[in-house]
């Protein structure tokens, strides 16, 4: 079946630093991806998407690199607040059009 | 405020007992979802809607039911056939029925079983 992979479940950073966040996808015809933000208890945040015809993408302070070659998804965060401490998902179109959801990185933000 | 409400945050069921979790929207969006999440664990899709009156199932549906009687709501029951229901459930929705992309998300329930 279709799947999100190679993920870490947790990931540390200090503040200041840029975060990096991988996922890999399974559809290499899939055209859509997105990662979300869930804060602990509550619902998943939309941040950031980007279509198959792209390879980047920028928003405010986070980027998305689409690898469609190697099927590969990463998400960018440039200098990291105690603000962005979360849970990251990644997930893609899959060929049901339903969403395949990543397992998720746990960012935490050393001070 | 436009969005989407699921009451309530915390629901705990007995054994052998339906319970039925709310999700409302009044962000006008066309197609809805429910998903459940367990704990360090990405979301699994349960049910789906595109439109008023139609629902399609996801992939975890055995042990759920759900309506889509008015646009704005999409209830959730958890039956006595779902197993091991303790999770936490997010409704979702998204602009219109073709439009899988940028789903908003509710503030979830926690279903906690007795």
């Known amino acids: 079946g279709e799947s999100v992979g190679l993920h870490l479940p947790t990931l540390s950073v200090q503040e200041g630093d840029n975060s990096i966040i991988n996922c890999a996808y399974s559809?290499?015809?899939?055209?859509?991806f997105i990662w979300y933000k869930q804060e602990s208890g509550k619902g998943p945040q939309f941040i950031i998407d980007?279509?198959?015809n792209m390879d980047k993408r920028q928003g405010q302070r986070v980027t998305v690199l689409l690898n469609k070659t190697v099927k590969h998804l990463s998400l960018q965060i440039a200098a990291t607040q105690p603000g962005d401490s979360a849970v990251y998902f990644c997930?893609?179109?899959?060929?049901?059009?339903?969403?395949?959801w990543g397992a998720g990185t746990k960012l935490i933000i050393k001070p | 405020d436009g969005g989407i409400t699921q009451s309530p945050k915390y629901l705990f069921r007995k054994e052998g007992q339906n319970v039925t979790l709310s999700c409302e929207q009044n962000?006008?969006?066309?197609?809805m979802y429910w998903y459940r999440q367990d704990p360090g664990q990405g979301l699994r899709l349960i049910y789906y809607?595109?439109?008023?009156?139609?629902?399609q199932k996801g992939d975890i549906a055995e042990g759920y039911s759900v309506s889509r009687e008015k646009k704005e709501s999409f209830p959730l029951t958890v039956t006595s056939a779902q197993k091991n229901p303790t999770a936490f459930y997010l409704c979702?929705?998204?602009?219109?029925?073709?439009?899988?992309?940028?789903?908003?998300f509710g503030p979830g329930t926690w279903l906690l079983v007795l």
């Open positions: 979702a929705s998204s602009i219109s029925r073709g439009s899988w992309e940028t789903q908003y």
């Open positions: 962000l006008n969006h066309d197609a």
């Open positions: 809607s595109q439109i008023v009156n139609d629902f």
């Open positions: 559809n290499s015809a899939s055209d859509y």
């Open positions: 980007i279509r198959s």
């Open positions: 997930a893609f179109k899959g060929s049901n059009y339903q969403l395949i």
